[in-house]
């Protein structure tokens, strides 16, 4: 069908339905310090810490761009640096205890739309839909490890 929307446009839309619905949770939680490029940037750093330079690949931005966003999100106490025990010639940013409380919120956030999109489709359509996505997710995310499946 001509104007029926590509599978990206479907995908985007329903992306920007869950991003919506957790920021304004989290600016509910009194979060209102965060923007969607911070908040894109914070979702990819590893437990452990991530180097500048792979959060900026992973969030598909510059990294003078990265540098920057972290930079702002340092100065808001959701990031601090620190040394990179692998290199001593290099600094890991890691999360604060701040920005570790945002996580349950999002997470009751993004539950609630994955509940009423359950409600809508049905279970069975639901789980398909995020088997469907899984699957799809091992040719499309380049970030994807062995222990990620």
Same mark, same amino acid.
């Given at each position: 069908?001509?104007? @029926?929307?590509? $599978?990206?446009? #479907? =995908?985007?839309?329903?992306?920007? %339905? $869950?991003?919506? *619905?957790?920021?304004? %949770?989290? %600016?509910?939680?009194?979060?209102?310090?965060?923007?969607?490029?911070?908040?894109? #940037? =914070?979702?990819?750093?590893?437990?452990?810490?991530?180097? $500048?330079?792979?959060?900026?690949?992973?969030?598909?931005?510059?990294?003078?761009?990265?540098?920057?966003?972290?930079?702002? #999100?340092?100065?808001?106490? /959701?990031? *601090?640096?620190?040394?990179?025990?692998?290199?001593?010639?290099? @600094?890991?940013?890691?999360?604060?205890?701040?920005?570790?409380?945002?996580?349950?919120?999002?997470?009751? %956030?993004?539950?609630?739309?994955?509940? @009423?999109?359950?409600?809508?489709?049905?279970?069975?359509?639901?789980?398909?839909?995020?088997?469907?996505?899984? @699957? #799809?997710? *091992?040719?499309?995310?380049? /970030?994807?490890?062995?222990?990620?499946?």
């Amino acid at each position: 069908m001509a104007d @029926r929307p590509t $599978i990206g446009v #479907l =995908l985007f839309i329903a992306y920007r %339905a $869950i991003e919506n *619905e957790a920021f304004a %949770a989290l %600016a509910a939680a009194g979060h209102t310090d965060i923007t969607r490029a911070q908040g894109k #940037l =914070l979702q990819r750093v590893a437990e452990d810490g991530s180097r $500048i330079t792979e959060l900026a690949e992973s969030a598909q931005v510059t990294k003078q761009t990265a540098g920057y966003l972290v930079d702002q #999100l340092v100065r808001a106490g /959701y990031l *601090e640096r620190a040394p990179d025990p692998t290199d001593a010639r290099a @600094r890991l940013v890691r999360l604060t205890d701040k920005a570790e409380r945002l996580r349950p919120v999002a997470d009751r %956030a993004v539950a609630e739309v994955e509940a @009423r999109w359950a409600a809508h489709l049905g279970e069975r359509r639901m789980a398909q839909l995020q088997d469907i996505l899984v @699957r #799809l997710r *091992e040719i499309t995310d380049p /970030y994807l490890g062995a222990d990620d499946y």
